[in-house]
Each structure stands twice: as C-alpha cells, then as structure tokens.
C-alpha cells in the first residue's frame, strides 16, 4: 500500500469510527487530547483496536515477521500525528491516562520494541511528521523523524548532485530511529557516522515541551546523538550536515568460494579494509552455500568508492593484490545510483524507486553484532567455515573501520566504538516459515555462531551496535541502573554512566522507557 493511500485509509476510517461509539480508553484519550487539539483532528489520528484500519495501520511498519503473530503483543491505540503538537499531546495524555508510549518511526526494530510491550500501551507512530527541507546555502537539511533514508537521498539528490549524507543502505529504514542509534553506511571511513553530522534537532521532552538543541542543552543532545532517544523523549526532527561526494564514484562486487582463495582474501581483507584509503568502504559477507552438492562457504567483496575506477583498480593492485581486481569488476555511476546499487536496485534505475516505503514487507529475521580488534588467525578462519556449514543458515557482514572513525574520540557521541576496532560484524539469518519451532531453530543457531566467535571479539565488555537491537545482549524488567548496566555497557562501553546522568535529569520518573531503555539511578517503578 503506498503511504498516501495509508494516510487516506487512517483519515476516513477514522471519521467514521469518531461517529460510532468508542471504547472508554478511546473516548479518555480524546477527552484529554481535545484539551489542547480540535476534535476532528484528534479523532482523526487515534486508532483503536475497534477501527477497521487498526491493523493495516500497525502492520504497516512491522519489519520483522517474528512480532506479527496472533500472540504478539499489541497496542491498545495507535496514536498517529500530524503535527508536532500532537506529539506534545500524546506524550501529556499517555502519562495521565497511565499508558507506556513506544514510539515508531520506520519500525525496523530487530526486535520489535518500538511496537511491542508486555503491559496495555499506546505506540506513538510518526510516519506523518516526513518532511524534509534542504539548505543548500548552508548546506544543511532538516528532516523529520517520520521521514525514511530513501527520502531523505531522493530529496538531497534533487537539490544538489554532489552531496550525501552517510547513512544506511536500506532505503526504508526510519531516519529517527537510524540517527539516534547512531547510524552508518558506504561513506563511514570516510565521514564517520549519521550523528557525527547532526547540528540540531528537535525534541518533546517528558513535559510535552518542544526543545531544540539550545533549549535542551548540550547534555540532552549528545544524548540522542547515538544512545538511543526513546529514552529520554520523542525526537520530532534533525537538523544534519550535508556531506561532498565527487561527480564519479566506483562499485563493484566480487565473489569467491572456499576453493577459490576465499580464506587468503578474508585474512587479507582485515588488514586492508580498515587501513586503505579512506575514500574506500568494502564489506564483506559471508554465507554458507551449496555448490555441486557440497556445502561451503562464499564471501563477497562489495565496495564503494568515492572516485573513478581507474585510481581505484591502481589502489587495490598495491594494496589488496589477492583480489584480482580490474576495470571490468567496477562500474562508475553517480553517488545516488551508488545509493540505488546499494539496495539492490540495478543499475539505471530512477531515484524515485528510493520514495517507496515498501509497507507490510516483513519476513522473520535474527540479528547479532560484535566488533573485532584483531585479526581474527587463519586457522580461526578455517573452523568459522566448518562451523557456519555444520548451522547451515546464518551469514555474518563484515563492515570496515578505520578512517574518519579513528579520528573521534570515543566519547564525543554516546557511540564509542572508534578506533581500535578493525570492523564490525552483523549476524544475520533469515526464514521464511512461521511457528515457533522455525523461530527457536534459527534464533539458535544466530547465538551458536555467536558464541562461537567468542575468542575472536571485543572483551569486557563484549562490545554490541545499539541499532542492531539484541534482547540477548541483556534486557531489563526492574528497570534498574544495574539491570540497565549490562547491556548499556555492551552497547556504550564507558558512555553509559553519561547516559544515566542524563536520563536521571530529564526523566527521573522514567516514563520514556522499553526493555533496553537508559534507567535513571534510582527507578521509582
């Protein structure tokens, strides 16, 4: 469904259940949003389990089939606004109706948890508040919460075709959410990360008030900067910096199998892919496949570069000889095709494709991440083969560090895995078959792979990325500093006392909270 025919859905839906007879939360939320909202409007943005677009609205911006089941959880009311005054209303009235508020923005939650509690709640989903404005004289962008990666390409793209931004590479993913668990992409190695770029932004604190960066403070920005800003209010906007791109860029992808010298360019890759020149970012993947009905293991070089393939086949004949690389594996583009080859779009194919959302596309998924520091051996490399054949399904990302990423301190954002880390890995698996048999089966298997890599990663504390979200990390549900210690160190290494600082000053009560949220040093819940 594409979002203007969302909105239309939710709009008359709406109308008509205002006329039919609501159910008492219902009528309380609206009796308290009319307080500082028209009627109409407030009745048009509440969706309650009664109205028949309830759950076209809520499966929208599910991204993960594993919380879209008959048993999953669900909101009691989504609250969908259309103004940033309504956000101050929603957070106003949750709080005196005594309703958690879990807030969306793009729903690409590995884990759910801006849409699911295990107590009545309201979900505050922001996929109206989309707008973005482009400043091509300061060469800056506001671009609201609600707003996805791919719009926000799309519009950079038609105002300048020498500017970025470095962010994700799926397009629909939800700007509010990707910016304030830090975010990255293609250009990190070379400009770091999305909140390394973030000069403004604009907040509804636990008191409905609109703050921006000045009227916040400098401790509240840095905060939502990287450490999560579900838990300290609902962020309405940022303001980034656009970044320069050349004219010309460079991709390519190439693939090896075991026998074809894949563990030589693996063990080569961690050396080179953090430490070669900054305008290069190359990921690796791999994946456990079947050839001539023997299992094995395939990995694939993807790369951007940010110039034209002559000087990159030059860099890579010096630097990452073992990959053979040679004009006919690059092709030049722009840096927006660039962005469309990313996501699997080919090559040639128009920016507009980047504005669409994509709605009700969710397959079941398990995500885990870790970060390296040294090169894992090749004998290290030879029993991660055998061990993602014997699973079978679970594929780990590598993605390069170094460059720009080494040069900020590890406390200027709530994110602090900088340098001295090589790359960083995502494990991902994939299924198709819903039940909980298939879900125990490969959600195991992602912690087999895992624990397994143990001997390989980041020590005390085993480091996490916040936005690959992982109960397993650790989870709260005293809401306590210490509960909250544990994965807050994972994900935040030294920045956590920080962050409880700030979430201390700004909501004591802890009303903005979910199951990996900051704690205050005293929980009073």
């Known amino acids: 469904m594409r979002p203007y025919l969302l909105l239309s859905v939710v709009f008359f839906f709406n109308l008509y259940h205002s006329m039919a007879v609501p159910d008492p939360t219902h009528q309380a939320l609206l009796q308290c949003l009319t307080q500082s909202i028209p009627t109409d409007t407030a009745s048009s943005i509440i969706v309650s389990k009664s109205n028949p677009s309830y759950t076209s609205v809520l499966r929208a911006y599910i991204r993960n089939a594993r919380f879209n089941t008959s048993s999953t959880p669900k909101p009691l009311i989504i609250i969908t606004p259309l103004d940033e005054s309504h956000v101050s209303a929603a957070v106003i009235c949750s709080q005196k109706l005594g309703f958690q508020l879990k807030i969306r923005s793009g729903g690409h939650d590995y884990e759910g948890l801006s849409y699911v509690f295990d107590k009545p709640f309201f979900v505050l989903d922001m996929f109206n508040l989309r707008s973005i404005t482009v400043n091509m004289a300061d060469e800056t962008a506001w671009v609201g919460a609600g707003a996805t990666l791919g719009e926000l ?18 397009p629909t993913v939800g700007v509010g959410g990707h910016l304030s668990g830090a975010g990255y992409g293609t250009l990190i190695r070379k400009y770091g990360l999305s909140v390394d770029h973030v000069v403004d932004a604009k907040l509804v604190d636990v008191n409905g008030k609109i703050l921006d960066r000045k009227t916040m403070g400098e401790d509240l920005f840095w905060a939502i900067r990287g450490g999560g800003a579900a838990s300290f209010g609902v962020v309405l906007s ?65 790369a951007l570069y940010l110039g034209d393939s002559d000087s990159l086949v030059s860099l890579l004949q010096k630097d990452f000889p073992e990959l053979s690389i040679g004009k006919s594996n690059c092709n030049e583009t722009t840096w927006i095709d660039s962005v469309l080859w990313w996501a699997n779009f080919n090559l040639g194919t128009a920016p507009t ?11 079941f998924l398990k995500r885990k991440s870790d970060y390296v ?26 993605n390069a560090y170094g460059g720009r990423m080494d040069q900020i301190k590890p406390d200027e954002t709530p994110f602090p895995h900088r340098a001295g880390n090589l790359y960083k890995i995502q494990y991902s698996v994939n ?31 085993r480091s996490a ?27 935040f290494n030294g920045n956590y006392e920080r962050l409880v600082d700030v979430k201390t000053a700004v909501d004591a009560n802890n009303f903005f909270r979910n199951e990996q949220s900051i704690p205050p040093r005293s929980s009073k819940i």
């Open 238 to 302: 940022y303001k980034i910096k656009l970044v320069p791109v050349p004219e010309t860029v460079t991709v390519f992808r190439i693939e090896r199998l075991l026998t074809e010298n894949a563990t030589d360019i693996t063990f080569k890759w961690q050396t080179i892919a953090p430490t070669t020149d900054e305008n290069l970012f190359m990921r690796m993947l791999l994946q456990p496949v079947t050839r001539n009905k023997k299992k094995t293991v395939r990995i694939s070089v993807i």
């Open 353 to 363: 494709a980047l504005l669409d959302r994509d709605l009700n596309d969710a397959g």
């Open 431 to 461: 299924w198709d078959q819903p039940g909980s048999e298939a879900d125990k089966n490969f959600t195991t298997q992602a912690k087999l792979l895992h624990d397994f890599m143990t001997p390989f990663v980041s020590k005390n504390p």
């Open 153 to 170: 390409y799309y519009n950079i793209w038609k105002n300048s075709k020498v500017h970025g931004f470095p962010a994700g590479v799926c």
């Open 465 to 491: 990325y916040f936005n690959y979200r992982d109960i397993d990390v650790g989870s709260t549900k005293k809401w306590s500093y210490e509960e909250g210690k544990v994965y807050g160190e994972s994900y």
């Open 373 to 398: 520091q040294t090169p894992i051996p090749k004998s290290g490399l030879e029993s991660l083969w055998q061990k993602m054949i014997e699973l079978g399904k679970v594929g780990m990302v590598f």
